[in-house]
T-cell receptor
Framework: SQQGEEDPQALSIQEGENATMNCSYK?????LQWYRQNSGRGLVHLIL?????REKHSGRLRVTLDTSKKSSSLLITASRAADTASYFC??????????FGGGTRLMVKP | DAGVTQSPTHLIKTRGQQVTLRCSPI?????VSWYQQVLGQGPQFIFQ???????GRGNFPDRFSARQFPNYSSELNVNALLLGDSALYLC?????????????FGDGTRLSIL
């Protein structure tokens, strides 16, 4: 079963725009991670945010975590065509056995 | 450095058969996890191994089994294959077990059951 739900399920934007994806989860967590998956490939780790952190940045990525609402968001600024992929949030509540959401399919049009 | 490698990349089997999937972690990584990703869904956790011991098992039937070898490579075995086992099987490695360890994924084995 999936722990979290991503919203929206699909997102289409123009190059240069910002993309925001949301993730909700159900149980308490140690940390939350975001991964990217290009079509037919494995997942690539983007960023990890601990349960005691509220915001984290990595390049054009900004992740927020609200443990009181059991939600997280991923913001990609100044998007590029190469950002086209599926994005998944994954929660780790014990020992790095990740529980993934259903993903957001992002399309960035040139 | 080589990333996580999985073999084979594609596999076609028929119902009732057995399959073995293989994974080589990144050099120095001691923890290996297996995930099943059905088309259009997020990955689901199957197993985690660390130092050759099973550290966790997801909600999968006993037809699924795995092991880790002294060189930290791993195999996933699935017996009595069902149509519903058709999926992308992903292997991930991390330096250690425990939380706060980013996982590094291979490109998976795509298993099709006819």
């Amino acid at each position: 079963s999936q722990q979290g739900e991503e919203d929206p399920q699909a997102l289409s934007i123009q190059e240069g725009e910002n993309a925001t994806m949301n993730c909700s989860y159900k149980t308490s967590i140690n940390n939350l991670q975001w991964y990217r998956q290009n079509s037919g490939r494995g997942l690539v780790h983007l960023i990890l945010i601990r349960s005691n952190e509220r915001e984290k940045h990595s390049g054009r990525l900004r992740v927020t975590l609200d443990t009181s609402k059991k939600s997280s968001s991923l913001l990609i600024t100044a998007s590029r065509a190469a950002d086209t992929a599926s994005y998944f949030c994954a929660t780790d509540d014990a020992g790095n056995m990740l529980t993934f959401g259903g993903g957001t399919r992002l399309m960035v049009k040139p | 450095d080589a990333g996580v490698t999985q073999s084979p990349t594609h596999l076609i089997k028929t119902r009732g058969q057995q399959v073995t999937l293989r994974c080589s972690p990144i050099s120095g990584h001691k923890s290996v996890s297996w995930y099943q990703q059905v088309l259009g869904q997020g990955p689901q956790f199957i197993f985690q191994y660390y130092e050759k011991e099973e550290r966790g098992r997801g909600n999968f039937p006993d037809r699924f089994s795995a092991r880790q070898f002294p060189n930290y490579s791993s195999e996933l075995n699935v017996n009595a294959l069902l149509l519903g086992d058709s999926a992308l099987y992903l292997c991930a490695s991390s330096l250690e077990d425990g939380s706060y360890q980013p996982q590094h994924f291979g490109d998976g084995t795509r298993l099709s059951i006819l």
